[in-house]
């Protein structure tokens, strides 16, 4: 019973894209620990990753080799993706967050048996899931090979999706505009905040009559009144109150593929501030999706929202996008291209951003992004939500 | 606005006991960067741990720091904890996924400054958020420092909770009643995956008309069928079919603080085989709970477990239990004390653990868990929903 929502030719292809980097690179082996990255190569979707495990490419194997925990190895990875049972190798269970015994020691083991321990081999230096502890381990277990920084090598192969990579996104942006919907169909002065949460969660997860959402990388932001300046704040149980101005950051995800989106809502009246903020965020973020189109850079299209900013004297200091898609938490952002300066990232088509000027303050923020595809000649975008401060 | 569930004195005295192990393992500096412990030290509770940032604990200033992306520092960690603003430090948004500047040399700029350039100094080598990458910088910004493995030094501290830190686990536990009879509840032949996990993770998030729920460490797990003897599958938006035996493993969570729970469910008839193993799975969970009370070690409760299993002539070879409490995304599991054997951590009171005894084959599983508190002479269950297998 596979799962995986490609065909075995779309993964051998991103394969031989992968491996034409690491050859580039003069890497023999990539070992894999981002669970995105996993996902993208063999079509490993499991919440497994709280564990070590890697996956293993190599310039001499087509198909690459799964080394995890045993009760992930053969009933999940094995059951669920196109790898042959003799490249799935499993640690035994006393490895599990143990004093005695890691599990790169075991990984090391693997690689040596299989003649990898004198060879080049890339780690994802600042993977989340590569610790600290796990790099010395493997240094140890692995004293005649060569390491080399491979960080982001998947990332900036899976920067420019398949169209059916695309097709997953536009179902995602179906879901999060129902999940953003239901959001503000919730939210209420007197509603607790983790009501509204809730009916997000629940939109998120239920999707369409068609087809269902999955988790999303990040759990709904939703910083409100005086803390709405801190964009990464979650919910709690307390009520909200008129007067109120907040955001709801969220997005919808299908098949592990996500389209994420920000909108700003003041409950009942508003400041003047707060919806000329919001006028001119959105302007700003028009205009910078006006500027995507293939070979436009990252920097230029931020360039186009600082200009809108200036003139209405605004500054703004954190970058206003990344590229986003297939992920696990705790991010639904790639890590490779951002909408900042300095940035000179060639736009191409399939690649996907979400582009989000924040506007943080001291004692409120506003928010309003859009997720999109770059076309042949501009932008789609993939949800349909309208761009606007919401006054409920 | 500071919204931490406890008192300062509290989090004063968790700080005395973390300085104490840090005396006796002669750390000067300890940088923490698991959002659990940051969280359990300062009271810290954002979605920013996808990007660098740690709180400074020093022998020598009673107040830790925290140094993180501008945007969570000022709006985020002097509103929402009881950090002075002199003691928060943010670096800019450039840093952020950036390849040309690393925010652990902003981190290694603040610490040479603050004088701790020469100390020694601990980090937490295997957590999550402690890239291999994070500890090169380190190590290139503070050549001069020594640096000392304190992985799970705080995690240690907290095995032990104090009586408002249990008061919130036992809301979680009235949380995870609820969510695991709404996902019970919605859970049917024909009904989709996508739709019981729905149910489910808008009743963690509700909570009860007194107290609201919070996002959970883990999402729902719900491995079905064939695939059931995975435990990490989460869902997709296929139908069940009659006979399909599966599982949720699920958590309630408050203010970060969880309870777990798994429960087994058969939809229509059933095979004998599920129905013993389900029988011996709760005679042997009940079996290592009557050996649960203060003095006992893990080991000695897991052997119990086994002593029911093997009269049967089974066997498990996986660890069948675990600590567990605050905790953020991926893992409500404390990386400390596991029930199995070997471990021979000794019971002592208001340790809480999840006991999750779950026997995966090739083609089903059965799990059937309960987390619990100990007592003066025994233990506490969190939750009431019956140990035993549902036939639905």
Redesign the interface.
Known sequence: ?M?MPFTKAEYLERLSKVKASMSEKGIDVLLITDPANMNYVIGY??????VHQIVVVTLDDEMPRFIGR???A???AV??TYLEKDHVHAY???H?????K?PMDYMAKVLTELGYDKKRIG?E????????????RLKVGLPNAQFV?A??LVNWVKIIKSDAEIELMRKAGKIVDLAMKAGIDALDVGV????V???I???Q???TPE?????IA??P?MPA???A?????????SRYTTGTTMYIEIAGAY?RYHCPMCRTISLGETSKQVEDVAKITVEGLNAALETVKPGVTCEEVEAAWRNVLSKYGYAK???IG?STGLNY???W?E?TA?L???DKTVLQPNMTFHCIP?M?F?DF?VSISQCIRVTENGHEEFAKYPKELVIK
Chains 1, 2 share one sequence.
């Open positions: 019973m799962r979707d499991a919440w497994s990753f709280y045993y009760m992930d053969f009933c999940g059951k669920t035994s269970d006393d599990v967050q143990s004093t005695i890691h780690v230096m600042d993977a989340y899931w590569f610790t600290a502890m796990a790099y010395e920084n960080h982001n607790r905040q983790c009501d949460a809730a009916a969660l629940h939109a997860t239920v999707g087809f269902g959402g999955d988790y990040i759990e932001l009144g005086e803390t300046g801190a964009p990464h704040l979650t919910w709690d149980d098949k200091e954190s970058r990344y938490p705790p991010d952002g890590h951002s900042r300066p300095g924040g943080y001291d923020g």
